[in-house]
């Protein structure tokens, strides 16, 4: 039972344009969430998180938006750079567990 | 300190052998996991400590796998008899309990290939 997915395994933008990453979850209980980056030959790195009692949350180039009656996030990515070319994985946690529950993953390719 | 450092990067072993994997995380950290990450997944959770207790297991862990984590610092993970089926990144990461959902810090993992 995969309780966060991200249905686009890879993704392909153009340099300087506007990268989104989508992400959908099942379980209610998640009321926080977190994206994380991964380069290959490195362990993921965390990027931008959100909790559950807002819709927005902006970081510099990264936003991240919340819509909890879709129970979907996003993550958008303006201007997109070619650096940011890398595997993006959405994670959701729920008050008194510890553990981070991952998405399988969306592969970004920024083309300069 | 300048992150989670994980030891060693690559390990190849053949089938039945047993393994020991290193992790040692960010000092002030107390909290400490184990994940596994196959190819065209995300990471896994495996275990999970606070200081020295294993607080949660993963039904992933099946009975050949155990961790520790002795005086709530390094941490080692060992997996006995090894199978083809336990091939995989193992990636640890480690928080501060102290901040309500802190981001987990990650390793750059070991990959393991059973042959």
């Known amino acids: 039972d995969q309780q966060v997915k991200q249905n686009s395994p890879s993704l392909s933008v153009q340099e300087g344009r506007i990268s989104i990453l989508n992400c959908d979850y099942t379980n209610s209980m998640f009321d926080y969430f977190l994206w994380y980056k991964k380069y290959p030959a490195e362990g993921p790195t965390f990027l931008i998180s959100?909790?559950?009692?807002?819709d927005k949350n902006e970081d510099g180039r990264f936003t991240v938006f919340l819509n909890k009656s879709a129970k979907h996030l996003s993550l958008h990515i303006v201007p997109s750079q070619p650096g940011d070319s890398a595997v993006y994985f959405c994670a959701a946690i729920y008050t008194g567990r510890r553990a981070l529950t991952f998405g399988s993953g969306t592969r970004l390719q920024v083309q300069p | 300190d300048t992150g989670v450092s994980q030891d060693p990067r690559h390990k190849i072993t053949k089938r039945g052998q047993n393994v020991t994997f290193r992790c040692d995380p960010i000092?002030?950290?107390?909290?400490l996991y184990w994940y596994r990450q196959t190819l065209g997944q995300g990471p896994e959770f495996l275990t999970y400590?606070?200081?020295?207790?294993?607080?949660?297991k993963s039904r992933l862990l099946s009975d050949r796998f155990s961790a520790e984590r002795p005086k709530g610092s390094f941490s080692t993970l060992e997996i006995q008899r090894t199978e083809q089926g336990d091939s995989a990144m193992y990636l640890c990461?480690?928080?501060?309990?102290?901040?309500?959902?802190?981001?987990?810090?990650f390793g750059q993992g070991t990959r393991l290939t059973v042959v």
């Open positions: 400590f606070q200081n020295e207790a294993q607080l949660e």
């Open positions: 990461a480690s928080s501060f309990s102290q901040m309500m959902n802190t981001e987990a810090f």
């Open positions: 000092s002030e950290h107390n909290r």
């Open positions: 959100i909790s559950s009692i807002k």
